[in-house]
């Protein structure tokens, strides 16, 4: 006999447990204003609302915000920096950004560390792999292709995925390639 465990039902939130909700997760994960409203959200379908008036999600964030728990721009910076060291592109850091529901003038900062890294990214992707520089031997026409979609896929432009793939272990100390 498997084993159920009864859960009791929840009881629909009102504006003080609306906002002990928004506090417990800011405090438990960086994030961003547009994931903690679709947290809430969320809470808000899953028990109901019982509060006065409608629930105000968006004046809640704003609070978040204005307190400083959530800085958009902040969480954009550290998001493209780990993707950076992890040999993720500028492309890749974009659509997680955008994922994140990070705007445009939040993230600026960060897709200019993305840009600015674009050549470390491309290489420590390459070592991570093991192709390009890295590869322990060179490799035929079909593995050639899939580590050139790999390269793709982590979100590096096709001119600098050709430049490190190409590239030989010599090749390594030099400037024009680092």
């Known amino acids: 006999m498997a084993y159920t465990r009864d859960r009791k039902a929840r009881p629909p939130l009102d504006r003080d447990s609306l906002e002990r909700l928004a506090i417990a997760y800011v405090g438990r994960y960086a994030t961003t204003r547009a994931k903690l409203n679709a947290y809430l959200l969320r809470k808000l379908k899953e028990r109901g609302w019982s509060g006065e008036g409608p629930a105000e999600t968006d004046a809640l964030c ?3 915000v204005r307190l400083g728990f959530i800085d958009d721009a902040a969480f954009a910076a550290a998001r493209a920096t780990a993707l950076g060291r992890r040999g993720y592109g500028a ?3 974009d659509i997680a950004l955008r994922a994140a529901g990070v705007g445009e ?3 600026s900062e960060a897709r200019a560390i993305a840009d600015d890294g674009a ?3 491309a290489m420590r992707f390459a070592e ?3 192709i390009g520089p890295y590869a322990s031997a060179p490799p035929d026409d079909a593995a050639r292709r899939r580590q050139f979609a790999a390269m793709m896929r982590a979100g590096h432009p096709y001119d600098l995925v050709r430049k490190v793939l190409r590239a030989s ?3 390594l100390e030099d400037e024009d390639l680092r």
Do not use: I, Q, T
Request: net charge positive.
């Open 119 to 121: 050549l470390a990214a």
């Open 62 to 64: 704003d609070k978040c």
């Open 105 to 107: 003038a939040d993230g």
């Open 128 to 130: 991570r792999k093991r």
């Open 91 to 93: 492309r890749r850091v």
């Open 169 to 171: 272990p010599d090749e």
